[in-house]
């Protein structure tokens, strides 16, 4: 199974704060990671997929890059709603696996 | 826009068998996406289950030891979950998804699009 290990667990923010999550596979997966975000009580939502496209009616502060084994989710000026946990997960191959989530709490 | 919907029994015991079904509406299940069961014990985070083409091809997750079976009711636009012999482990809140298949080029991209709203499944007698 590939691993998909991110970078913080969690971490403290403002409101306006440039933001960065990491998301490292354990072999090369290309472009085919996807990202998400969860609120409590709801199902995941995409933001970006194959590795740095938006999704329709995402907000453009959300951006992605990387290829192969390193990725990086930023958002450019948190904002209220974007409080939330966040996934990466690997499309290169079965079983699909999802890194262990990262939660932005407000600072 | 597709909607899907999770319907099945929200407590199970111990031993037994965990059965839920997803209805899809807004589209075809007989199109180019699979259909997918994620799940996610409480305060955790997302596991995979499986997925199933509108063939019937599928693919599960080899961590739950073959104790799934997913399957398709094309008739009833709907797909569902069995999960046999299940244990405390299995409490989860359990979510069917769209795996929609994009193509960029030369690149066939996977991705969750459409979720449930999920279903919390507890396992106990």
């Known amino acids: 199974d590939i691993q998909m290990t991110q970078s913080p667990s969690s971490l403290s923010a403002s409101v306006g704060d440039r933001v960065s999550i990491t998301c490292r596979a354990s072999?090369?997966?290309?472009?085919?990671l996807n990202w998400y975000q969860q609120k409590p009580g709801t199902a995941p939502r995409l933001l970006i997929f194959?590795?740095?496209s938006l999704q329709s009616g995402v907000p453009s502060r959300f951006s992605g890059s990387g290829s192969g084994t390193d990725f990086t989710l930023t958002i450019s000026s948190l904002q209220p709603e974007d409080f939330a946990t966040y996934y990466c997960q690997q499309s290169y191959t079965t079983p699909r696996t999802f890194g262990q989530g990262t939660k932005v709490e407000i600072k | 826009q597709v909607q899907l919907q999770e319907s099945g029994p929200g407590l199970v015991k111990p031993s037994g068998t965990l059965s839920l079904t997803c209805a899809v509406s807004?589209?075809?299940?007989?199109?180019?996406?699979?259909w997918s069961w994620v799940r996610q014990p409480p305060g955790k985070g997302l596991e995979w289950i499986g997925e199933i083409f509108h063939t019937g091809s599928t693919n599960d997750n080899p961590s739950l030891k073959s104790r799934v079976t997913i399957s398709v009711d094309k008739s009833k636009n709907q797909f569902s979950l069995r999960l046999t012999s299940v244990t405390a482990a299995d409490t989860a809140v359990y979510y069917c998804?769209?795996?929609?298949?994009?193509?960029?080029?030369?690149?066939?991209?996977?991705?969750?699009?459409?979720w449930g709203q999920g279903s919390l499944v507890t396992v106990s007698s």
């Open positions: 072999q090369s997966i290309s472009s085919y």
């Open positions: 194959a590795a740095s």
């Open positions: 998804a769209t795996l929609v298949r994009d193509t960029f080029g030369v690149i066939i991209s996977y991705y969750f699009k459409y």
């Open positions: 807004g589209g075809s299940i007989s199109n180019t996406n699979w």
